[in-house]
């Protein structure tokens, strides 16, 4: 069973709306969630980070997560063409050390 | 740009080759990984270090691979004998003693094995 869970899409919204990323991942104790962006050729860059049950937003961006039901996700709010890229959902390893990356989801923002 | 640097961004070679990667992480950030990324899919784990001592290795990483960090500073992956199923991104990320949990990646290295 793969760890880390995401739609792979594209998930398909207009210019303005709100797009919403799922994540669900299997390991109870897992106790750090990332949220990274990935444009086409280029590297994950991170966006937000989210530790404890609930909602938390940095400016356009709002992670939600629920630990009993072993959910993360990310809303876009006012999505813009420049959003468009993979999203990929991270969560901590059994270590503590390594990541567990979801095989990300496509976001499409069309104008 | 995150700060994490890597040499080559883009590397061709036959198989059977050896090639090598280097990673120079953020100024003083004491961890360092790697990770590998095919098409379609997110990055995988290969090997963490923290300073100098490698202290976790994927199953992925087999013996064709390794990985060194001899001063605790930069970081080379060398890949042996290589093979298609080699052909992939090479993903290095630093993290910061004091801003733990979280991982700068760089550019990465696209390897492509013919």
């Known amino acids: 069973q793969k760890e880390v869970e995401q739609n792979s899409g594209p998930l398909s919204v207009p210019e303005g709306a709100i797009a919403s990323l799922n994540c669900t991942y299997s390991?109870?104790?897992?106790?750090?969630f990332f949220w990274y962006r990935q444009y086409s050729g280029k590297s994950p860059e991170l966006i937000m980070s989210?530790?404890?049950?609930g909602d938390k937003e940095d400016g356009r961006f709002t992670a939600q997560l629920n630990k009993a039901s072993q959910y993360v996700s990310l809303l876009i709010r006012d999505s813009q063409p420049s959003d468009s890229a993979t999203y990929l959902c991270?969560?901590?390893?059994?270590?503590?050390?390594?990541?567990?990356f979801g095989k990300g989801t496509s976001l499409l923002v069309t104008p | 740009d995150t700060g994490v640097s890597q040499d080559p961004r883009h590397k061709i070679t036959k198989r059977g080759q050896n090639v090598t990667f280097r990673c120079d992480p953020i100024?003083?950030?004491?961890?360092l990984y790697w990770y590998r990324q095919t098409l379609g899919q997110g990055p995988e784990f290969l090997t963490y270090?923290?300073?100098?001592?490698?202290?976790?290795k994927s199953r992925l990483l087999s013996d064709r691979f390794s990985a060194e960090r001899p001063k605790g500073s930069f970081s080379t992956l060398e890949i042996q004998r290589t093979e298609q199923g080699d052909s992939a991104m090479y993903l290095c990320?630093?993290?910061?003693?004091?801003?733990?949990?979280?991982?700068?990646f760089g550019p990465g290295t696209r390897l492509t094995v013919l």
């Open positions: 991270a969560v901590d390893s059994n270590s503590g050390y390594a990541l567990n």
């Open positions: 390991d109870r104790g897992s106790q750090s």
């Open positions: 100024s003083e950030h004491n961890r």
């Open positions: 270090f923290q300073n100098e001592a490698q202290l976790e």
């Open positions: 989210i530790y404890s049950n």
């Open positions: 990320a630093s993290e910061g003693a004091f801003d733990t949990d979280t991982q700068y």
